[in-house]
Structure formats: structure tokens, C-alpha cells
């Protein structure tokens, strides 16, 4: 029932705990079989051995018994503990964050070397108390499901003859032109640099709302105000602020059903599905692209169709739906050769076809990972012929987009253990880095040093996580 670790230490922590329980071996055996039943698991039983090899002989066991131990533990405490607090850490490492540590040589030494880990822990917008507030699941989707059959309130709060401020057209066209200006400053600098000022801007346009105009002038204004709240989302979502993000793409959801603009809804809930994606939401960014083809279905134009099914490859590609995947890449790219720039809306220029490569090429990059060894230098090469292409596609202005495909490249190096490739691909990345302000750039940086930690015994694999460190912490 475990597998001892590499140096057969005690268990100093397993110890510690169990006698603060008062429970004997034996009894303590009874009640992990007990609870093992409550849950359905029969195939888990433990005896008075097993608990002296857990202790004794630092033996950790298999999930789910390892939980199962720790649960029953907890519940005769009647405090919460971490299997970190119990020693079942990874290659038996004992650390513990609890302040009941036990005053043992070894705890303590395990504990030390967890805070140090710690410390020297890269920074990431993923584990920020906002990212914690992000709400996920049913809490956040069943709200939005009424999306799909909400009516537009507006009404033609205008007098009959025309009055002085009343909100006309040109009024409606000046915040779509701020919008694109607000649009590219996000692309060439990041969103943290002009987060402030389009959340001015945006306040001022939701102003208006209060203001006079006819039906149709209120219609056009709420879809106006929808779209520029999509960027102040997207740049708050690139800074870093997730919980103020999507607080932002969902009041600007619903002034997209108030302009009864599904196309620009489907457009915020593509944003809220990248942003889901990005904190480790998998299943609800697919559902939140669901939701937008199906709300949107009537109105969704070859760009956002292929948009929106590249993003379901790569999703699928993360939860290990390869054939899925492949066949949501097909969808895409049936659905890019139908694409005519003059029939689709300025706010989807973005997807071009240096996007579509790179969006396909990242999900056959997460496929070689997840791929057997016999298929997944065939996922690679995909994957970096996709993103090239992107590379050699990119307007000079999407400088954030270019640092993504260089970091894309890295990753799919480090997939196939190309550690030169890596190292070369993320140096160019980090130049890019360096003139915009993109805390998502840096998540990204910090999962491939995370990726790149089975390379750190060799100089260039400790090389390239020195490089990734000083850039992410000097951000």
C-alpha cells in the first residue's frame, strides 16, 4: 500500500500528528479503512503494519489512501491539514506550513527548505488573491446563460424634436474610435501601461448611457460601450486584475444584450473563456466558447467561427481530447478560407491569419506533451511550423502577440528536450518583453520554467531558468 522514498526517513511529521491524535496504530488503521468505505473506495484497507511502515520506514502511501489518512487525521483534530503538513510531499520532502511543527531536527529542516523553495517561488498572477475571487463553474455560467434569449430593453428615450444633447451616431462612432485606439496601444504595449485610462474612457461612454438618443441610437450606443468594456477587460485580464477583468466582461456582456449585438457578445465570452483558460478553468473556457457559438450562431462571422473553434482545439488539446482537437482545427480552418475582411467587424482584425497559426500551432504544442513518445516529435513539428508562420505573418504593431510566438516556439522545444532551441526562442522573447508590460507574457514565462525544471541539472537547462528568473522578477 506505499512506496518508500529514495533515503527511508521516518516520517517525523506522520508521527508528530498521529500522536497528537491519541489514536493507537491499530485504531488508526480501523478508522482510515472506515472512512475508505464511507467513500466508496472497498479496495482500500490498512492494518496496524501499515501504519508502523508509514511512520517508521517513511513510506508514503498511494493516492487516494494518502488523502484518506490525512481526512481521518483532520476530523479527530478537528482542524484542517494539508498532506504537505502530514510529510506525503513530493520524493518524501516534509514541508510544513502549519505552525504546530513538531521541534525534530528533520521537520525542522524539511520545513526550512519549504520556506526557501518558497521564496525563491517564481511570481504569478494565477495564485493572487484576485485570481482566487474569479468566480468559475456554475457560479459564473449559469448567470450568463440567460445571454442567449435576453431582449434588448432600450427604449427611444429621445424628444420628438431634436434637443440640444441628445446622443446622435457621431457620438457612437467617437467611442468606437477611441476603442481602436485603446485596442492598439494593447497590442504594442501591453495592457498594464493604458489600464487606467480606458477604464476613464469607458466611464465616461457608460455616461452617456444615461443621456437621450433614439431606439436605435441606444442600441448602437450599448453595443459601442460593450466593445470598448471588451478592452478595458482585456487590458485589466493582461495586467494581471482577474477578478476586475471579469467583473468588467460581464457587465459589458450585458450591454451587448442590451445593444442587441450578439456578435460582440460572443466576442467577450471568447475573452472570458482565454481567461478562464489562463488561470486553469479548462472545462469552463470550453463551455464559455459553447455558449458563445450557440448564442451567437446566427451571427457569427467565418473570422469568429474559425476563432472560436481554434480556441476549442486548443482546449481540447489541454484536456487531453486529442481527436477532438484535431478535429476542432479542421473546423477552423475550413472556416478561415471563407473569411472576407470587408464583411467582418474592425474588432475581429485581430484574428489574422498569423492568429490563426499561432492559436493552432500552441495546440499542437500542448498535443506533443500530452502525446506518447512515438507521436510527439510529429505534434512538434506541426507546432513549429505553425508558429513560424504566425511569426513571419505578424504586423510590427503586435509586439505582445510576437513575444507569445517566440515563448510558443521555446515551449514546444523544451516538449522535445531541443534545450538550444529553447534557450534561443525564449532569449528573443524576453527581448520583447522588455518594451511591453504584459503580466500574462510573464505567466507564460513562468510555466515554461516550471517545464524546464527536469533540464536543471545541465548548464544550459539551469541557464535558461536563470534567464526566465531575473526577467519575471525584476517585472
Not at 19 to 33: D, E, I
Not at 135 to 158: I, K
Request: with cysteine; charged share 25%; aromatic share 4%.
Amino acid at each position: 500500500m506505499g512506496r518508500p522514498p529514495i533515503d527511508r526517513r521516518p516520517n517525523a511529521l506522520l508521527a508528530h500528528w498521529h500522536n497528537r491524535t491519541g489514536m493507537s496504530n491499530a485504531a488508526l488503521a480501523r478508522a482510515v479503512t472506515t472512512k475508505a468505505a464511507e467513500l466508496g473506495e472497498q479496495h482500500v484497507t490498512a492494518d496496524e503494519s501499515s501504519v508502523r511502515r508509514w511512520i517508521k520506514k517513511g513510506e508514503t502511501p498511494r493516492a487516494p489512501l494518502s488523502q484518506i489518512i490525512c481526512d481521518v487525521i483532520s476530523e479527530q483534530l478537528g482542524e484542517h491539514l494539508t498532506l504537505a503538513d502530514l510529510g506525503f510531499g513530493p520524493r518524501g520532502v516534509q514541508d510544513a506550513g502549519h505552525p504546530d511543527l513538531p521541534w525534530e531536527a528533520s521537520s525542522t529542516i524539511g520545513a526550512l527548505a519549504h520556506i526557501i523553495r518558497s521564496e525563491h517561488m517564481l511570481p504569478t498572477t494565477r495564485t493572487t488573491p484576485e485570481a482566487r475571487d474569479v468566480h468559475a463553474g456554475p457560479q459564473l455560467l449559469d448567470p450568463l446563460q440567460s445571454w442567449v434569449s435576453a431582449p434588448s430593453s432600450v427604449a427611444d428615450t429621445s424628444p420628438a424634436d431634436p434637443a440640444p444633447g441628445r446622443i446622435g451616431m457621431s457620438d457612437v462612432e467617437n467611442i468606437r474610435a477611441v476603442t481602436t485606439t485603446f485596442r492598439d496601444l494593447d497590442n504594442r504595449h501591453g495592457g498594464a501601461l493604458s489600464r487606467k485610462a480606458v477604464i476613464g474612457q469607458l466611464d465616461e461612454a457608460v455616461g452617456m448611457l444615461s443621456g437621450t438618443y433614439t431606439a436605435e441610437t441606444g442600441r448602437a450606443l450599448f453595443s459601442a460601450v460593450a466593445d470598448l468594456g471588451s478592452v478595458a477587460g482585456w487590458m485589466t485580464f493582461d495586467a494581471g486584475r482577474h477578478s476586475s477583468a471579469q467583473r468588467i466582461f460581464v457587465t459589458a456582456l450585458h450591454a451587448a444584450a442590451e445593444g442587441g449585438d450578439k456578435a460582440i457578445g460572443a466576442h467577450l465570452l471568447q475573452c472570458m473563456a482565454r481567461q478562464m483558460s489562463h488561470l486553469g478553468h479548462y472545462e469552463d473556457a470550453l463551455d464559455l466558447v459553447a455558449l458563445a457559438q450557440y448564442g451567437a450562431r446566427r451571427r457569427l462571422t467565418p473570422a469568429a467561427t474559425s476563432m472560436l473553434a481554434s480556441l476549442q482545439a486548443r482546449f481540447h488539446a489541454i484536456l487531453g481530447n486529442l481527436d477532438d482537437s484535431e478535429r476542432a482545427t479542421d473546423q477552423a480552418q475550413e472556416a478561415f478560407t471563407r473569411i472576407d475582411s470587408a464583411d467582418e467587424p474592425q474588432y475581429m482584425a485581430f484574428f489574422d491569419e498569423a492568429e490563426l497559426c499561432a492559436t493552432l500551432g500552441v495546440a499542437h504544442q500542448i498535443a506533443a506533451r500530452k502525446s506518447p513518445t512515438a507521436t510527439r516529435g510529429h505534434q512538434a513539428e506541426k507546432s513549429l511550423r505553425l508558429i513560424t508562420q504566425a511569426l513571419t505573418h505578424r504586423p510590427e504593431h503586435r509586439v505582445r502577440s510576437m513575444a507569445f510566438d517566440h515563448l510558443g516556439l521555446a515551449r514546444t522545444h523544451i516538449a522535445v528536450g531541443e534545450l538550444d532551441g529553447a534557450y534561443e526562442e525564449t532569449r528573443r522573447s524576453l527581448e520583447l518583453f522588455g518594451v511591453i508590460s504584459s503580466r500574462r507574457v510573464a505567466d507564460r514565462l513562468v510555466e515554461l520554467h516550471d517545464e524546464a525544471e527536469p533540464f536543471a541539472g545541465g548548464r544550459l537547462g539551469q541557464d535558461l531558468r536563470q534567464l526566465i528568473a531575473a526577467a519575471v522578477q525584476s517585472e
